[in-house]
Every structure is written in C-alpha cells, then in structure tokens.
C-alpha cells in the first residue's frame, strides 16, 4: 500500500494534518467571511426578483408569461428540465464513484451532495408555479379522496413525480448519513450552547465508537446502490415527459440517453462552478485540488461528446427517417427564427469544452471556471431549444407562432438562481463543506505512507 501510494502525488498535500483539516474546514461555521456575505446578497436580490415574479403570476394568472397557442410549455418548463439535470452529478460523484473506489471523490463530494439537494428543490418549485393555481396542488397526489379524482397513472408526468420524488429522498438520505460523523465534531467542538444542543440531535448520538463506523458504513454503502440506478432513471423518466408524445423533435427514442448524458454534463459543469467558488471563498485551496478539478474537466469533455453525438444522431435520424416533418423540425431548429438559441446549445456544449483536450486548460482555473459557465448557458438553451422550436410550428401552419418570454419568466428563471445559491451558501456556512472523515482518509505523511485513520482520530 505504501509504494502504491508513494508512487501517485497526494491528493492532499502531505504537509496537512488531521488537525488541520478540522481546523479549515470547520471555519466558515464560526467566522464565513466578507465573500460568503457578498455572495449571499447577491443570491438574496435574486431570489427577491424571484419571488416578485412568481407573486405577481400567482395574483394574475399564467396569462402574465409569453404563452400562446401552441407554445404552451416554455421557461417553466426549461427551468425544471434544468435543474432537475444540474441534480443528477451529486448521486454520480457520491454514489457511482464511491463504489468504483474512486478516492479523488472526497474532497467534492458533499458539496455535489448539496448542490443534489438544492437542485432538486429548485426544480421542484416549477410544476407547482406551472399550475397557475398553485394552492390546488394537491389534487396532483395519488390518494383517496371524496372527490373520486385520481390522477393519470398513465401519464409521464405522473412518474416524475414519484421519479423525483424517490430521488430527492435517497439523495436526501445519503447526504444526511455522510453528515452524521461531521456533525458530532461540531458538537464536540463548539462551545456555544445553542450549536451544541442542535448537532447533538443531528449527530444523533455518535460517539465514533467501532460499532457506530461499522454501521455507517453498511448503512452508507446500501444507499449508494440504492442511489446508483436513480443517476439513469430519473432523468430518463423526465425525458419521456417528451419521448412519448407524437410531437416531431420529440417522438424519438434517443432522448433517454441523451438526456442521462446532459445531466451529467450540465451536472458537472454546475459543481464545477460551485467549487471554483468555495474554494476561493472559504480558502479550500489545499483540499480541493487541481487534480480534483481536473478529474471532473475529463467527465466534462468524454460528457460533452456524448452530447455532442446526440445532436449529430438527432440530424442523421431526421435525414433517415424520411418523415417530411421530423426533416423540417430540425431543419427549423438549426435555420429557423430560433437558430440562435441553438447554435449557442451547440457552442457552448460540444465546442467551447474541447479545449479541455488540453491539460493546461484543464488545470488552469480561471479556464475551467469560465467554461464551466458557458455548460450551463448552453445546457440550459438545450432544454429551451427542445421545448419552444417543438412546439412554437406543429402540424397546422395555421397556428403557428413565436415566442418572447416577458420580465415575469425572467424574474422567474432568476429567482431560481438566487434561490439555489442562497441555500447552497447557507449550507456551506452552517455545515461542513467537506467530509471530514473521507478527507482524512486520504492523507499521507511526508513519507509517503497513508495515515492510518482510527475511529477516535477520525472522530476528532
């Protein structure tokens, strides 16, 4: 094991100490400093754009947004499409490469657990807008009822449900399970009475005793394998909200996969931006490394060509067919009144991330960070691009239209922003941003030799 690990540079340097680690993980709880209000602000005014928005969709009706007949799905439905994607990295980075025994993993993993969360959360919030009545929402859930109305089982919507739903539970689960350890040091260490008393509940009794790792190890290594299969299904469920339609640009088989591959994509480039951020912020420097970032710029490019095949098979696929309206679909995507929203989904997803061919782009920060925010431009003009160029010229010419979104979806897609980013900064002040306990797992002295961690040092 030690020439093994003497043979790989460290993932952290070996000058760090389990002391240390503690000690710099731990500070953003007790002193956050002058960027994380800056942020919070920022995140803060957004959100307040939001809930205007929404507040004034809610008093006047959906009549207040760029719908028309037949564009009836458009920023609504982009947003949670987005978000739901930007989720799916968090189960990837804990679950699957927790199991493949991937330890460059944990110095990002809780964050992408976080991110999983807040993702979820954010998308969440857009079919309940999208209802226009937003206080009949219950009616959606599948329970009895005097009204004998029961919702369509048959219908994708309906999975996404209990798609999204499983999914933000388990993810949910896991995220809490790796916390547990993390939280008892705070308990331990604070002396505030207050933050004593509440991670002493949260901790949930720990003691770092050889019994309480053996059973959260078991317990973490069942969820991660209940998390790996949702990484495929709950996006390939999304995706039939639109495969199972008759719709041209739609009616297809490939959007399962494809839509898989986006999220990872969009996903990564989304964790990516988090922690370029939080390293900067909180001095995480040290620990989140250029060999972590680098590691998820090479998912980021193999992703982008997966993507990147999609959109070819899509135009291969419509050419084949010989289907006159799949041909004139894409045909009006890529040369139609919405062209630019689609050539910019190509850019920024298949071409801007092939400099990180190279290792110096891949390593430098500033690089990885601006692209990374291109991703998530072009993935988000993805969805927009497979919604509005769908629907905005069907089957009828006579009822075809444009669409312009007004200031109300605007502030809408906005205020989902600054919603995410204001509980992902709250996370990252109130909790350890980094696994405490995986963190030293990985340490080496400066002899080279893995620090063989104990429950007690882990523990402390």
Known sequence: MSVEVASKPPLIPSRITMADVTADVLRPIDRPGKLWFLGMAISVTALAFGVWAVAVQQMKGVGVWGLRNPVMWAFDITNFVFWIGIGHAGTLISA??????????TSINRSAEAMTIFAVMTAGLFPLIHLGRTWYAYWLIPYPNERLLWVNFRSPLLWDVFAV???????????YQGLIPDLATVRDRTVSKIKK??????????????????????AYLLLAALSTPLVLSVHSIVSFDFAVSQLPGWHTTIFPPYFVAGAIFSGFAMVMTLLVILRR????????????????????????????????????????????????????????????????????NFVIPQIFWFKSARQHILT?????????????????????????????????????PTIYEIGMTVGSFGFFMTFFLLFARFLPSLSLAEVKGVLVNPSGKKVHQTAEVAHG
């Not at 699957?96 to 993993?105: A, G, N, P, T």
């Not at 739903?165 to 995220?175: D, R």
Request: charged share 15%; with cysteine.
């Open 96 to 105: 699957i490469l927790f199991l493949l025994r991937q330890r460059w993993r």
């Open 165 to 175: 739903s499983t999914y933000l539970t388990i993810s949910l689960c896991f995220w």
């Open 197 to 218: 008393f509440l991670f002493g509940i949260f901790s949930l009794g720990w003691t770092g005793s050889a019994r309480d790792w053996n059973h959260y190890e078991k």
């Open 281 to 348: 912020v909180f001095k995480l420097e040290e620990y989140i490394g250029l060999h972590h970032l680098g590691m998820m710029n090479k998912i980021i490019l193999v992703t982008s060509w997966m993507v990147g095949y999609a959109y070819m098979t899509e135009a291969f696929a419509a050419w084949y067919s010989e289907n006159p309206f799949e041909r004139f679909t894409f045909w009006n995507r890529a040369f139609g009144p919405f062209a630019w929203a689609y050539w910019i989904m190509v850019i920024c």
């Open 368 to 404: 990885m960070f601006i692209i990374s925010i291109f991703v998530n431009i072009g993935m988000w003009f993805e969805r927009f691009t497979i919604i509005v160029t769908s629907l905005h010229r069907d089957f009828l010419p006579a009822s075809w239209d444009t669409y312009a």
